[in-house]
């Protein structure tokens, strides 16, 4: 096999491993929303209810239907309060949708809704309470490099793992690069885009593990200590086999 058809095998299993691992911790995080469809007189009622909101403009609540003359409300409270506040869902083009009001950063609450159709009511979603936490608002270009940078360091964590079952390999080179990223994400990127998510900014004055997370402090740690590694032992090919690895479980596992 030409050295120019191995490295586009390389990247393109790269690119499917990393998609694979992020897509699956996405759809199993806890904050992913919840989304569901309920039938009522034999036509569509769709959901999606987020868990987590940025900014300070108000949430707000989306249901799609088929059913003509579908009502209804949402109801929220407070995690501190017992009461339970609601608001009357509008329908515009078979569109239901409400809003209640954007808490300060850090603060939550709980939710759900209740939908009516010929005296009929439907609790969404399936009887239970959706818990909403609330968070400033991100820059978009802060949010945009975080996102960028993270996911093309967790590629290049794939691909030099895959390094391990070539014989021309370019260890060191993406060690380099995959050390260099978390760095500036960890102590750069990572903490503004925290300030600005936790409301720190011109606020208060943060902890540090509130700015430096476990999870980008171990990455960045591991690739540090897989670079060292690499350049004083003789058999180092495994070592970054096993750095990958660790990254991957560590950014399942640490939230």
């Known amino acids: 096999m030409n050295t120019k058809k191995e490295n586009m095998i390389l990247w393109v299993s790269s690119f499917v491993i990393t998609f694979m691992v992020l897509y699956i911790t996405n759809l199993f995080s806890p904050d992913y929303p919840i989304t569901g469809t309920i039938g009522i007189n034999g036509q569509k009622v769709s959901y999606r209810f987020e868990k987590n909101h940025f900014g300070k403009e108000d949430a707000k609540i989306i249901i799609r239907t088929d059913v003509k003359g579908l009502t209804g409300n949402v109801y929220w409270k407070n995690e501190s309060d017992s009461i339970w506040f609601s608001h009357k869902l509008t329908n515009s083009d078979l569109v239901l949708s ?17 939908v009516s159709y010929k005296n009929k009511n439907y609790f969404l979603p399936d009887n239970q309470k959706v818990e909403m936490k609330f968070f ?6 802060i949010n945009y490099l975080r996102f960028v940078m993270f996911n093309f360091g967790i590629l290049l964590v794939v691909r030099v793992g895959l390094e391990y079952f070539t014989p021309k ?25 925290l300030s600005y998510k936790y409301g720190f900014i011109n606020s208060s004055i943060p902890s540090i ?21 690499t350049f004083n032992i003789k058999k180092y090919r495994i070592v970054p086999f096993i750095s990958a690895i660790l990254t991957i479980l560590i950014f399942i596992i640490l939230k």
């Open 169 to 193: 390999e370019k260890i060191k080179k993406f060690e380099f690069f995959i050390a260099i990223i978390f760095l500036i994400l960890t102590v750069l990127i990572n903490p503004l885009f």
């Open 209 to 229: 593990t509130k700015l430096f997370p476990t999870k980008e402090l171990s990455i960045t740690s591991l690739w540090i200590i897989s670079i060292i590694l």
């Open 136 to 141: 400033g608002k991100i820059p978009s270009a």
């Open 98 to 114: 409400s809003d209640f009001p954007s808490l300060k950063p850090g603060k939550k609450l709980k939710y759900y809704v209740e």
